[in-house]
């Protein structure tokens, strides 16, 4: 008898096209990525137009490449899991395409995976998930708090109001002349000075589990500007390193008045920029001393991938969630809950 | 011999099965609908209809553009897609074209046309020979104004075809007088059937991975980016 399950995974939101074969949402059978890094270099940051053309010309090579290293065919496969939003939509678009026409010819159930449980779910594939949880979002396009009481069940309880963390630490890579991406030369600048540079924090109203980091992003662009003016020459690791220190103070601080009001048994951080180090020591310490297990998945679990959608997929297909062939990419989709 | 054929390229959506010359079911529409959402579904609803699984196809049929860029995309996407994990061929074939496949036997030359904004437009040239198709001019994205000069000097009559010929019909008139005719609308809209006829007189694609949409223009930010590293060189 059949028992174990195997979810195929595809994620297209951004500008990785990735496909992954998972097994029981907690098992990588495969997981391959395919980066346009080199190429978006050239414009200094995601074009959705180029991104949606790389897509294309990847995206059966990484699924059949995600098929082959698992050793399985199309019908040992249970089920299709896709980044059904957000993202960018032309770039979302093939994904979920693909995933159709794959899921329609070989008969499987088809899944729509919102791709922040995608992010959350990378954490299953290290370590069981303990609710309620704290998941702490920080990536490119994110930086959100969200609730877990069980699985599927999501409560957003603060987010970005303006730019997201990673974001602000791409503009501010910018200002510092460094290469793209930039986060991670930011996290390493950061890291490597002695020194700082006083910033502004960001705090909103006191109860408030929202973020803002276009000030902060503008109080650097102004400290740039006023050397300039006085003709003095900017040290950029102290830039980077006073940058960091405010973000991550901020979103330590909530991350941990947030754990403590909700009464969570484990904290896991996902997306992106939770693979920067400065930010991952200063949650790992504040976690550590109030004895609250706190989790990080690896760098290439953080980074957009296709493992952690299948992963997401897997615990959907459990809960009995099915799409049909009319779903459609959607950008702007909000993450909802889908055990209730 | 069973072909699917799938045309998302423009604003129309058309697919069809075919098996040994002869349309089984096609489903051609001009609503206002994304391709995204009724692509799939209509391709499950045509096989359903004609009593087929998807292991029935032989061989798979795809515009391949130029058209809308994402509506390029879906279509590409799914046939290549479908081409791959179910092991047969796949034939692109010219948007264009297919339109223009409307107009056999007209004898003159054969306009098909798709606004492309700003004024501009994607056309080809063609001539019917007999029952076949001929390209005169490869497919190209230019300015309407420059099309229509260009034509001026065919001295013959240029079928223009296409629900956005429709749309441009008084510049075509006033630049071109009696040389310009125009499709009757039933041959306004491509039709899968046509694709798949004019897909079975050509060679699959060698290598499914590396098919990919005939765009017919390079994004804004590549050609900027192109620029700039010429001004470079200089
Ligand atoms: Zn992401």
Sequence with gaps: MKTDIYVLGIETSCDETAASVVKNGTEIISNVVASQIESQKRFGGVVPEIASRHHVEEITVVIEQALTESGLKPADLDAVAVTEGPGLVGALLIGVNAAKAFAFANGLPLIGVHHIAGHIYANQLVQPMEFPLLALIVSGGHTEMVIMRGHGSFELIGETRDDAAGEAYDKVARVLGLPYPGGPHVDKLALASEIAVEFPRAWLEPDSYDFSFSGLKSAVINYKHNLEQRGEQLDPGAVAAGFQQSVTEVITTKAVRAAQAYSVKQVIAAGGVAANKGLRASLENAFNELQIPFAVPPVHLCTDNAAMIAAAGTQMYLSGVRSDLAMNGRPGMQLTSWNE | ?234
């Design chain 2, 1 to 234: 011999m069973i072909w699917l054929g799938i045309d998302t390229s423009n604003a129309p959506f058309s697919a069809a099965l075919v098996e040994d010359g002869k349309i089984l079911i096609e489903q051609t529409s001009a609503m206002k609908r994304t391709h995204s959402i009724q692509a799939m579904p209509a391709v499950e609803q045509l096989l359903a209809a004609a009593d087929l699984q998807p292991a029935d196809l032989d061989a798979i049929a795809v515009a391949e553009g130029p058209g809308s860029y994402t509506g390029v995309r879906i279509g590409v996407t799914l046939a290549k897609t479908l081409a791959w994990t179910l092991d047969i061929p796949l034939v692109g074939v010219s948007s264009l074209e297919v339109l223009a496949a409307n107009a056999v036997p007209f004898e003159g030359v054969i306009c098909p046309l798709f606004d492309a904004r700003r004024g501009n437009v994607y056309c080809g040239l063609y001539k019917s020979k007999g029952e076949r198709l001929h390209r005169i001019w490869e497919d190209r994205h230019g300015s309407l104004e420059e099309l229509l000069s260009d034509v001026s000097f065919i001295h013959q009559p240029v079928l223009f075809i296409g629900a956005d010929a429709d749309m441009h019909k008084t510049a075509i008139r006033e630049s071109l007088g009696e040389q310009a005719v125009f499709a009757p609308f039933p041959q306004q809209l491509p039709r899968a059937s046509q694709l798949i006829q004019l897909a079975e007189q050509r060679l699959p694609v060698t290598d499914v991975h590396d098919f990919v949409p005939s765009y017919r223009r390079i994004p804004e930010a590549e050609a900027n980016w192109l620029q700039q590293q010429e001004s470079r060189h200089d």
